[in-house]
């Protein structure tokens, strides 16, 4: 395999799509993580029908870490080099699920499986040097009201579609955290990783909210929300030669400009509780060996 390889979970709609088509368009070999086998199907013939090149599909759902984690070790084993990770995947659930492992399902799929799926792929990042990832944040982590990690990371409670904001928000203030946790636990010369924020994009992450698909066609209609200026910072901090130094960086969509992780998770210390209130999680959740 003489093509660089990027892995981007959530590749069949929204920003990951575009994410998707634009580094095939630049020589990469692309695999996703996918939970819709429809879906991904329609990914693969479309990339294959624009680029003439083949797509890998992982099929698991990284609301569920015993998932995410076989996903992560057969796509270390799938290539002999990964040069690009991005975790992309989101939802925005406006009422408490919880998943068959006991978890809040937003927490699960924006934070905790992208986790386990990175920690899977530590290694064969590494063995790639250099190699980037790239973490989709969001500028909602400023409606975050409280971080309390251990306790955080255990809620399953119900909450109101109003109250979701603020829950959304922490699941990605905790991928903020996260990133800037792991930049500081990888050697930089050979893997970085950063996080963005890609603004208001029309995607189908509200799909649960009552009327999203009316409100998505008059947003596309009226250009509001374009996912391509959200996909291009993506790109950007996965490909451009100017930011291949760059590590533990939250962006912006516009002009990938620096933002500061919001004041509750900005700590150091804060975001090393997190590290470990999460490493305690999900060991919670891994296979047991054979007695």
Request: aromatic share 4%; charged share 25%.
């Amino acid at each position: 395999m003489d093509r660089p390889v990027a892995l981007i979970t959530g590749a069949t709609s929204g920003l990951g799509r575009i994410a998707a088509f634009e580094l095939a368009r630049q020589g990469y070999r692309i695999g996703t993580v996918a939970r819709s086998r429809s879906k991904a199907q329609a990914l693969v013939a479309d990339l294959k029908a624009v680029t003439g090149e083949p797509v890998d599909v992982f099929h698991a759902d990284l609301g569920l870490l015993s998932d995410a984690r076989r996903a992560g070790e057969e796509i270390a084993a799938c290539y002999p080099r990964l040069d690009v990770l991005v975790n992309n995947a989101g939802v925005h659930a406006f009422a408490q699920r919880v998943t068959s492992e006991g978890l809040a399902e937003m927490t699960a799929v924006n934070y905790l499986g992208p986790f386990v799926l990175t920690e899977a792929l530590r290694a064969k990042l590494g063995a790639s040097a250099p190699a980037r990832i790239v973490n989709v944040a969001s500028e909602a982590a400023q409606q975050a009201k409280t971080i309390n990690p251990a306790a955080d990371l255990r809620r399953t409670e119900p909450y109101t579609r109003r109250e979701s904001m603020s829950l959304y928000g922490r699941t990605k203030l905790m991928t903020i955290m996260w990133t800037q946790e792991l930049a500081r636990r990888l050697d930089a010369d050979k893997v970085t990783v950063n996080c963005c924020d890609p603004g208001f994009n029309a995607t189908g992450l509200g799909r649960d909210l009552p009327g999203s698909a009316v409100l998505q066609r008059v947003l596309n209609i009226l250009r509001i929300g374009d996912p391509r200026k959200g996909a291009g910072i993506i790109v950007r901090l996965a490909t451009d030669p100017a930011l291949a130094g760059t590590t533990g960086g939250y962006f912006s969509a516009r002009d990938a400009r620096p933002l500061q992780c919001p004041e509750l998770g900005r700590d150091p210390r804060v975001q090393r509780e997190l590290w470990d209130a999460t490493e305690e999680k999900v060991a919670g959740t891994a296979p047991r060996p054979p007695r």
